[in-house]
C-alpha cells in the first residue's frame, strides 16, 4: 500500500508542470470565472427580463449553475477527459518510460493502477473546483449584485443539489475515462486516442436521441445530468452503466499491461 | 572455489513471432566483473537484456539473478538492478535532479543520494537544467545516474555510450571503471564495439545471431591472439589444394592463411610452394588482433 501511495505521489511530481494537471485547474477556473463575469457584467439585463418584479434568486441560481453546467456536460468535459487521459500516458511514451517503469522493484499492477487512480483524482480536483467556484462565485455576485436576490435562495439546498449533479456527473465520467485511458495506454501517438475519442464523442452527440444512447459511454455525462434535472435521482442508470464500463475497460488495460512484453 | 554468479541464464530461448531472436544462450556472470555483452546491432543484446529485467515474458525459469528464479521473484530481484536500456528514458520537461527525484519517491530514496548521484555522474552544474536540454552524453550519464540511483548491486548499461563523442564515450567508460573499483558494482554491458569493451571488460560474452559463440574472461578472449602465416602465390587457389595436404588453409582476400607452428614451419611451406612450382609473392608472419577474432568468431557461425 505504501508503495502505492508513493507511486501516486510520483505520478503527481511528473506531471504537475505539464497541461494535465493544469488542465483540471484551468478549466473549472476558466468557466466559472467567465460565466460569473458575464452575470456579473449583465446584471441589469437580467433584472429587466423579470420586467418590474423583483428577480426570483432561486430562478437565477438555477441560471447561473446551468450556463456553467451547460457546456460543460455536453463538450467540455468529455473533451476534457479524452485530452487527460491521453497526457498521462503521453508522459511515458515521449519519454519511453514504460520500460523504466516497469523495471521498477514494484508490482507491474501498482504502476498501472496508479496511474489510473492518479487520472481519476485529476478529474475530481476538477470537480471540486467547479462546485467550490460554482458556489463561492455565485454568493460574490449574490453580494455584488444584490438586485439578483440570489441571497435570498435557499442556499443550503442549491449547495446540495449542486453538489449531488457534480458527483453524478463525476460518476458518470468513469466510462469515458476508462475508454480513454486504455485507448492512450496501447496507442502511443496522438492521432489514434484523441482521434477515436472525438469521433465516438461526436457519434454519440449525434445519436443522442437514440433510445439506446445512453449504451455510449460518451453520452453518459450529459445525459447523467439531464435526467437529474427531471427529479433529482442519485443512481440513475447512467452511472450504473458508467461504472460497469470503467470495471470492465480498467480490468481490460490491468491484463494487457500485466500480461504483455514491454517493448 | 567457484565465484558467485550473479546472472546466470540457461538454455534461453526467445522469438518475436516466427523470428527467432536467441537460440539457446548460457551467460555466466561472475560478482564483481564487468561483462562485456559484444555482438553487432541485431544480434539479440537488447532482447537479452529486457529478458534479464523481466519486460520481455520468458514463460521457462532459465533466468537466475542472484541465485534466485526471475519470474518467482521479480520485485526481489529488480531491488538489486539499476538499468539504462536503449536511450536513456528521460522526462524531457524535468530538471536532471527532478527526474531523478521522480523515481526517488517511489523508492523511498531521500534528496542527499539524489545529490550524491548527481555528483557521481557529473551532473551537479546542472541539475536544475532540463533534461531535455542536455547534450547526449549528459543524458546518458544522467540515464546512468538513474540506474545507480537505488545503490543496486548489478548495473546494466544497454550501448551506454551509442552516439557519443570520443570525449563522452571515455568519460562513460571512466565512470564505469569508477563504478567498478571505487563503488564494487557488477557491471552487464553491452556493446557492438570489441575495441570499447576490451578497455573495460573483465569477462566478455559474444553473441551473433541470437547464439553466443564465446563467453569466457577477457585473458581467456585474448589468448586467442594466434599468429596465422600470410601467403601470396602466382595461383593461390591450385597453392590451397597443396598446402590443404598438411595444413589448415583459409583464403581471404586474395591471401592463404595458415596458423603459425613454428618458424620451420614458414620454411617448409615456402620450400613445398617453391618447389611445386609456385611463384611465391611474400610470407609472413601476422598476429591476430582481438578485431579479427572477433571476427572469425562471429562469422564462423
Known amino acids: 500500500m505504501k508503495t502505492f501511495f508513493l507511486s501516486l505521489r510520483s505520478e503527481y511530481f511528473k506531471s504537475r508542470n505539464t497541461l494535465s494537471f493544469w488542465g483540471a485547474i484551468i478549466l473549472p477556473t476558466a468557466l466559472c470565472f467567465l460565466v460569473f463575469l458575464g452575470f456579473y457584467l449583465k446584471t441589469e439585463d437580467i433584472v429587466s427580463r423579470f420586467k418590474g418584479v423583483p428577480a426570483n434568486g432561486n430562478l437565477i441560481w438555477s441560471q447561473y449553475i446551468g450556463a456553467i453546467m451547460g457546456p460543460m456536460g455536453t463538450l467540455l468535459l468529455p473533451v476534457y477527459l479524452i485530452f487527460m487521459t491521453y497526457s498521462v500516458n503521453s508522459i511515458e511514451h515521449k519519454a519511453e518510460t514504460w520500460k523504466s517503469l516497469f523495471s521498477l522493484p514494484i508490482p507491474k499492477t501498482t504502476v498501472y493502477f496508479s496511474k489510473a487512480l492518479y487520472t481519476l483524482l485529476l478529474v475530481l480536483i476538477s470537480m471540486v473546483l467547479f462546485v467550490s467556484l460554482s458556489l463561492g462565485l455565485g454568493l460574490l455576485l449574490g453580494k455584488l449584485s444584490p438586485q439578483l436576490n440570489m441571497m435570498d435562495a435557499d442556499v443550503s439546498k442549491i449547495s446540495k443539489d449542486l453538489l449531488q449533479v457534480y458527483v453524478k456527473l463525476y460518476i458518470a465520467s468513469f466510462g469515458i475515462i476508462a475508454v480513454q485511458f486504455l485507448f492512450s495506454l496501447i496507442w502511443q501517438d496522438f492521432m489514434k486516442p484523441m482521434g477515436l475519442g472525438f469521433v465516438l464523442l461526436v457519434a454519440s452527440l449525434i445519436a443522442f436521441q437514440w433510445e439506446y444512447s445512453y449504451l455510449s459511454p460518451f453520452a453518459l455525462p450529459i445525459r447523467s445530468i439531464m435526467e437529474g434535472k427531471k427529479e433529482l435521482v442519485f443512481f440513475t442508470k447512467e452511472l450504473w452503466i458508467s461504472l460497469a464500463y470503467a470495471a470492465g475497460f480498467f480490468t481490460l488495460g490491468y491484463f494487457i499491461v500485466t500480461k504483455r512484453s514491454v517493448k | ?301
Not at chain 2, 42 to 51: E, P
Not at chain 2, 133 to 154: C, F, H, N, T, V
Not at chain 2, 262 to 286: C, D, M, R
Open chain 2, 1 to 301: 572455489m567457484e565465484k558467485e554468479q550473479i546472472i546466470s541464464v540457461n538454455q534461453l530461448s526467445y522469438s518475436f513471432g516466427e523470428q527467432k531472436v536467441l537460440d539457446h544462450i548460457t551467460l555466466n556472470v561472475p560478482k564483481g566483473s564487468i561483462y562485456g555483452f559484444l555482438g553487432p546491432n541485431g544480434s539479440g543484446k537488447t532482447t537479452t537484456i529486457k529478458l534479464l529485467l523481466n519486460l520481455l515474458k520468458n514463460n521457462n525459469t532459465n533466468i537466475q539473478l542472484f541465485g534466485k528464479e526471475l519470474n518467482s521473484n521479480r520485485e526481489e530481484i529488480l531491488k538489486g538492478i539499476g538499468s539504462l536500456i536503449e536511450a536513456p528514458a528521460l522526462y524531457h520537461h524535468l530538471s536532471g535532479f527532478d527526474n531523478l527525484k521522480a523515481k526517488a519517491i517511489i523508492l523511498g530514496i531521500d534528496n542527499q543520494r539524489i545529490h550524491d548521484i548527481l555528483k557521481i555522474v557529473g551532473l551537479t552544474d546542472a541539475a536544475k537544467k532540463k533534461a531535455g536540454k542536455y547534450s547526449l552524453g549528459m543524458k546518458q550519464r544522467l540515464g546512468i545516474g538513474l540506474a545507480l540511483l537505488s545503490d543496486p548491486e548489478l548495473l546494466i548499461l544497454d550501448e551506454p555510450t551509442n552516439g557519443l563523442d570520443p570525449n563522452g564515450i571515455i568519460e562513460i567508460r571512466n565512470l564505469i571503471k569508477k563504478l567498478s573499483s571505487e563503488h564494487q558494482k557488477t557491471i552487464f554491458i553491452s556493446s557492438h564495439l570489441l575495441a570499447e569493451v576490451e578497455r573495460i571488460a573483465t569477462h566478455v560474452g559474444i553473441l551473433y545471431k541470437g547464439k553466443l559463440n564465446f563467453e569466457g574472461s577477457i585473458e581467456e578472449l585474448q589468448s586467442l591472439k594466434t599468429a596465422d602465416i600470410c601467403i601470396e602465390t602466382n595461383n593461390n587457389e591450385t597453392a590451397v589444394d597443396l598446402l590443404t595436404v598438411s595444413h589448415k588453409v583459409i583464403s581471404l582476400n586474395n591471401q592463404l592463411r595458415v596458423p603459425f607452428e613454428s618458424q620451420q614451419q614458414i620454411a617448409k611451406i615456402n620450400k613445398t610452394l617453391v618447389n611445386n612450382g609456385f611463384e611465391v609473392y611474400s610470407i609472413y608472419k601476422e598476429k591476430k588482433d582481438l578485431e579479427s577474432i572477433f571476427l572469425d568468431i562471429t562469422q564462423t557461425a
